[in-house]
């Protein structure tokens, strides 16, 4: 089982101030990943989604962190994929070099950055963004393998070379961001990773992994977007670890009210969220919140799926050490290949990011990459 954090720059109050201190501590809770033991870190790539993604150009944030160490990989998670947002070849290109720079660490993950308000600000259509997005893998995985490469689909590209060509042979790994069934099944299709949102909790993480296998095992080849395949599930995981497990699961439960009431501005029309730092009886306001969204469905006769409430589902790794440990076992039964923690969340203070990856560190990794027995 591997280990990972995502970054989204997430943050209460977002003055300029803020938020050139949330990207620098971002930076320095990457770097101590690494020195505690986890596997890879990713970022996100949002824009214009004030209070819940202030990660517009990972690109740089993940060159910034490669440079500062030398083992941990380093992954975008993902890429926001339609050509309104970046042409592919400019992605294969800076993919590349950062693959190079890096010394052969890079994996790139595949998203639609479907939101109405990130579309607006690239003149992006919705109908344009899940097959370009496809376009796109496959023009990477085509590029990076021809020393000249052309292309000729709804873009003509070439002929030409993408230079420098890549450390990993044939490419960087492939992934895709999954939120929903049909997206699990299309990533299995096409033969990539699998990005799994998790606050659905184990359960529904289950029945993704299923849907997941079940599509791989299905699979003709036939829209297998490379000629290998990444057959790769990694699961999120909210979490707070501190050795106060009460002051981490009140400090957790801030974060992800903060993180749902956030997705709810964007992708839901919701109002903005509270901007207020301190715990409070955030487990019933997750649970009100649950309860209002699900009526709000039913209302527009719309099927409630876990993945639709899932931010609001309080079960998760926060606690002490122990907790978390107990968590990632029923991750690690499922068959989830990578838990990819969540810890910075725009309530959630430094002191605590950096305490909690300690934490994972010292006692949560440790426990499960034990031998056999011991």
Request: aromatic share 8%; proline share 5%; with cysteine.
């Amino acid at each position: 089982m591997k280990f990972s954090m995502i970054f989204e720059a997430q943050m209460a109050d977002p003055s300029p101030e803020h938020e050139r201190q949330v990207l620098h501590d971002c930076v320095e809770q990457a770097v101590l990943a690494e020195e505690m033991g986890f596997d890879r870190i990713w970022a996100v790539e949002h824009h214009a989604l004030k209070w819940y993604a202030h990660m517009s150009a990972s690109e740089i944030f993940l060159t910034w962190v490669a440079a500062r160490t030398s083992r941990i990989r380093i992954g975008h998670g993902v890429v926001t994929m339609p050509f309104g947002y970046q042409h592919p070849v400019r992605v294969a290109e800076r993919a590349a070099m950062l693959d190079v720079l890096s010394g052969g660490r890079v994996d790139i993950g595949a998203g639609r950055g479907a939101t109405r308000q990130e579309m607006s600000m690239y003149g992006v259509r919705p109908e344009d963004t899940r097959p370009q997005m496809e376009e796109a893998l496959r023009i990477f995985a085509s590029a990076w393998r021809e020393e000249r490469f052309e292309w000729h689909g709804s873009l003509d590209i070439g002929p030409g070379a993408i230079l420098p060509r890549p450390v990993q042979a044939p490419h960087p790994p492939l992934f895709m961001a999954c939120s929903k069934d049909d997206s699990l099944r299309l990533a299995a299709e096409y033969g990539i990773g699998a990005l799994v949102l998790g606050f659905a909790g184990a359960d529904n993480i289950r029945h993704l992994r299923r849907i997941y296998d079940e599509a791989i095992a299905e699979r003709s080849g036939e829209r297998l977007v490379s000629t290998v395949t990444n057959d790769h599930f990694s699961a999120l995981c909210p979490t707070i670890v501190l050795d106060d497990a009460e002051r981490a699961r009140g400090i957790g439960l801030r974060g992800q009210r903060y993180f749902a009431e956030s997705i709810a501005h964007w992708y839901g029309d919701g109002p903005v969220p509270d901007q207020r730092t301190e715990a409070g009886d955030d487990a019933a306001a997750l649970e009100q919140g649950r309860e209002r969204l699900v009526a709000r469905l039913h209302e527009a006769e719309i099927p409630v799926t876990p993945s639709d409430t899932g931010t609001y589902n309080a079960d998760h790794a926060y606690g002490s050490a122990e907790n978390a440990i107990a968590y990632v076992e029923r991750l690690r039964r499922i068959g989830v290949d990578e838990v990819m923690c969540l810890i910075q969340m725009g309530t959630v203070p430094q002191e605590a990011c950096m305490e909690t990856i300690r934490q994972w560190g010292e006692k949560v990794i440790p426990h499960f990459r034990a031998p056999a027995g011991e």
